[in-house]
């Protein structure tokens, strides 16, 4: 299933195809639901050999892009105009919001830079590292109760670290760090109400992707068919998942997650390792 130059078009066959849309299906339906697509996709990538390891970030952040933009137009716009407490869902402070997501596309646009100019060893030490990281804050949401009071606004000291830190996980989004957990975390330490964890982290998601999928574009770093078939299974698993589906019991599907993440994580690890190795045995062999 590998290919050798992935943003050519190639042959795939039917099954592939099939296989590629489901994984997009899937992946946004979990993501919808709170259980993240960036991660178990990369997993999905490195365990099946579907395309090279220096192109997994772009391929998530190009493949994932528009289905985020529409869970985003869901869950922030459309939704809330058929609710009778719609305001309840916008109650998160303009200045709040507006700084908080404008840093977080600066932080993708320069994070995408960066990530799609890196070799490829440097890319599967990264994904080693952001599959962990990831799996550490599934755990954290898993054993942590948030409190369900709070502000719905940052000011001072409070507000400038709140930025800067939407600044990082918009960077970290580009190497496949879902930013969900981690915003949930951030409004939690810095005493905000959970709920407007909800759209500082949506609207920021809605301008990380499309951000970061640009840069990956012009860098060629990503794989065409599997952007293709994530894309087209990605939008319908949206839809299922907020007008149908709804909710889901996902306590012990997260913990797969979690325990998946690591030993992906491991195996990033390794591949480094062993490119590491054959880099070093290129002058010898010369």
């Not at 599934?138 to 940052?154: A, K, N």
């Amino acid at each position: 299933m590998t290919t050798t130059d992935d943003t050519a078009p190639a042959p795939t066959s039917p099954l592939r195809w099939t296989a590629l849309i489901a994984l997009g299906f899937v992946t946004d339906f979990l993501d919808t639901l709170g259980v993240g697509s960036f991660a178990t996709t990369s997993t999905a990538l490195k365990l099946g050999h579907v395309t090279t390891d220096e192109n997994i970030p772009g391929t998530l952040n190009v493949g994932h892009a528009i289905p985020t933009v529409v869970e985003a137009l869901i869950y922030i716009v459309i939704i809330p105009l058929w609710l009778s407490h719609a305001e309840n869902s916008f109650r998160v402070e303009p200045l709040t919001l507006i700084t908080m997501v404008a840093a977080g596309a600066l932080g993708a646009w320069l994070g995408a830079g960066r990530v799609s100019r890196w070799p490829r060893r440097t890319i599967q030490l990264a994904l080693s590292v952001a599959l962990l990281l990831t799996a550490g804050f599934i755990t954290m949401r898993l054993l942590y109760s948030f409190p369900d009071e709070g502000t719905f606004g940052l000011t001072g000291p409070k507000l400038i670290i709140g930025i800067l830190a939407n600044a990082l996980f918009g960077a970290l989004c580009t190497l496949g760090i879902g930013n969900y957990a981690p915003c949930m975390a951030l409004v939690a330490l810095l005493g905000m109400n959970p709920t407007v964890a909800f759209p500082i982290m949506m609207g920021s998601a809605a301008l990380f992707l499309p951000i970061g999928a640009i840069r990956f574009l012009k860098a060629r770093r990503y794989n065409r068919n599997v952007v293709i078939g994530l894309t087209l299974g990605g939008v319908p698993g949206v839809l299922v998942a907020a007008f149908i589906v709804k909710s889901l019991p996902l306590t012990a599907v997260k913990w797969l997650v979690v325990g998946v993440l690591t030993y992906t994580s491991a195996l990033m690890w390794m591949s480094a390792k062993q490119s590491a190795a054959a880099a070093a045995k290129v002058p010898a062999a010369a």
